[in-house]
């Protein structure tokens, strides 16, 4: 059963990106293989670059590559990179028109990356989705990477929000215990980096395995009635 309503459900929602928002791994993979090969002369699989992830780009490569003189302008390179390879970076089904109908009705919306911002930041915008977020963080804002929540906490305060007001979406386990140690609504999402067993394992509020269920969990037109059983958002 449901209930339609004009108010937004949260106050706040606030996503992941890769793998959450815009299905970006292939270009980020082929990017990083672009850096990489050039030092070290091979290919890296995506389960080879996967355990580096977490920590924005400027760390991944000062860790890989610990010389200054050697990271920094592989550090460059790769935002430069970024910036001229995005035309395969599309927003799963959905999502843009999901953003927009939040955007309008005045909920905030944010995106919480472990990418460094200017990293996010560049693949929202080409995902055509950079104009309908208040704001976007990465992991370099942050003293501490997911699944810290200091990452929520500080645009929930940005935005003058609780964390009963607000909800974080994301597609690995890391986010959705940042999410549940801000106090905020989780919802795990399956079409992304993390597999369904991993994310309910964490036991999210929401686990959900199709972008357009979205709508119907936070759509400020169409919500479901509170602790009512909705067959389109699986709960785990």
């Known amino acids: 059963m449901q209930t339609t309503s004009t108010h937004p459900r949260y106050e706040a929602v606030i996503f992941d990106l890769d793998g959450t928002l815009a299905d970006t791994f292939p270009t980020v993979l082929r990017i990083f293989n672009q850096v ?20 924005p780009e400027n760390v991944i490569f000062q860790r890989l590559f610990p010389a200054a003189e050697d990271h920094r302008p592989i550090i460059e390179e790769y ?12 927003p799963f089904a959905g999502i843009h028109e999901l953003v927009a109908k939040l955007r309008q009705s005045g909920v905030k919306l944010g995106v919480y990356s472990g990418a460094s911002t200017e990293a996010a930041r560049i693949r929202v915008g080409h995902a055509g989705l950079l104009d309908y977020f208040d704001d976007v963080i990465g992991g370099d804002q942050v003293a501490h990477y997911k699944p810290h929540p200091e990452g929520l906490q500080k645009l929930m305060q940005r935005f003058g929000v609780t964390p009963e007001q607000t909800v974080y979406v994301g597609d690995m ?16 999402v399956t079409w992304g980096a993390g597999t369904r067993a991993a994310l309910a394992a964490v036991e999210p509020d929401f686990l959900l395995d199709d972008p357009l269920h979205l709508h119907h969990l936070i759509n400020p037109i169409s919500q479901p009635k509170q602790g009512a059983t909705v067959s389109y958002v699986t709960e785990p």
């Open 36 to 55: 990489m090969h050039n030092r070290t002369g091979r290919a890296w699989t995506f389960e080879e670059l996967l355990p580096y992830f977490g920590p």
């Open 79 to 90: 935002y430069r990179l970024s910036r001229a390879d995005g035309d395969q970076i599309k």
């Open 173 to 188: 386990t890391v986010d959705i215990q940042a999410g549940r140690d801000a106090g905020t609504a989780t919802v795990a």
